[in-house]
């Protein structure tokens, strides 16, 4: 090879060297916009994800105020709806006992939403503790069922609380589980014009309890199922317009449930009743029963 051809070869060696060197210095320049794009962005979500955390802050220090604040006129005025069905200043006309007890029935109400939406702003915000000790599950369906009795007011309506068969002690928080059947139960009165509501309890394989409570009311078509857990959702019904409620309790059941470790469920149909069931473990995980 001679000097020109030499030449010729190192001046291609030289080209194809800058070549690459321009490329690379493109590369680097791109990688290092990206890189600040990527910084911008991460910055961007701490900024919203700061403010979304200072929302829920607000919303739920805003609900436990309010919630706090509607407590004392709701039980004052249960009170004295219930000195006054129990006569203490005299008798009563039956129309005036009708008024009373409608007056006493939607404090009732108006009590339980409050008190829906104080654990929903606990939840959220983190506050609500769990409390395991040994239970049997007798004695859970023995207090609901002496809870429910005095509402069950529909005759058409029985309901059935099943004897829980090879379902061994559970170390949980029975208050906690009590408050989601309770929100089942409830629902289903509401939702039954008609028929049973039944409860059961069933040991799964895998060392989980399953609770059930099924109707035989109007039923949920499909496409509710996955929207009613949310807050404030409920189902549009010639029925529920006559009744009311937040929409909460199935919500709160089903974080409710979460913090037992646990999940909730609904099977239901147009027209051909429902149940809604919630699956926890037999030991709460995590806990050192006593």
Request: glycine fraction near 6%; hydrophobic fraction near 40%; aromatic fraction near 6%.
């Amino acid at each position: 090879m001679d000097a020109d051809e030499q030449a010729a070869r190192l001046q291609e060696l030289a080209d194809a060297l800058e070549f690459s060197r321009r490329e690379s210095q493109e590369l680097r320049s791109e990688l290092e916009e990206t890189n600040r794009g990527v910084l911008a962005l991460y910055a961007e979500l701490d900024a919203q994800a700061e403010q979304l955390r200072q929302a829920t802050e607000l919303k739920s220090s805003f609900l436990a105020y309010m919630s706090h604040e509607f407590r004392t006129p709701i039980n004052s005025i249960r009170s004295i709806t219930r000195l006054l069905l129990d006569r203490v200043d005299g008798p009563l006309t039956e129309e005036q006992v009708k008024q009373v007890s409608f007056v006493q029935q939607n404090a009732t109400e108006f009590a339980e939403m409050v008190d829906d939406l104080l654990d929903l702003a606990k939840v959220e915000a983190g506050r609500v503790e769990i409390s395991p000790a040994w239970f049997e599950m007798v004695d859970l369906f023995s207090a609901l069922r002496g809870m429910f009795k005095p509402v069950l007011t529909n005759p058409a309506v029985n309901l059935v609380f099943e004897e829980p068969e090879n379902v061994p002690k559970l170390y949980t928080d029975d208050r906690k589980l009590s408050q989601i059947l309770r929100n089942f139960i409830s629902n289903a009165l509401k939702f039954t014009p008609r028929g049973d509501v039944r409860v059961t309890a069933r040991l799964q394989g895998d060392g989980q309890v399953t609770f059930s409570v099924s109707d035989t009311g109007i039923g949920i078509a499909p496409e509710f199922h996955q929207s009613l857990f949310e807050d404030f959702t409920q189902v549009q019904s010639p029925l529920q317009k006559r009744l009311r409620g937040t929409g909460l309790g199935l919500s709160l059941s089903k974080k409710l449930a979460a913090l037992l470790g646990g999940s909730v469920r609904l099977d239901s149909e147009h027209g051909k009743g429902s149940v809604f069931s919630v699956t926890i473990p037999i030991q709460l995980e995590g806990a050192k029963p006593e």
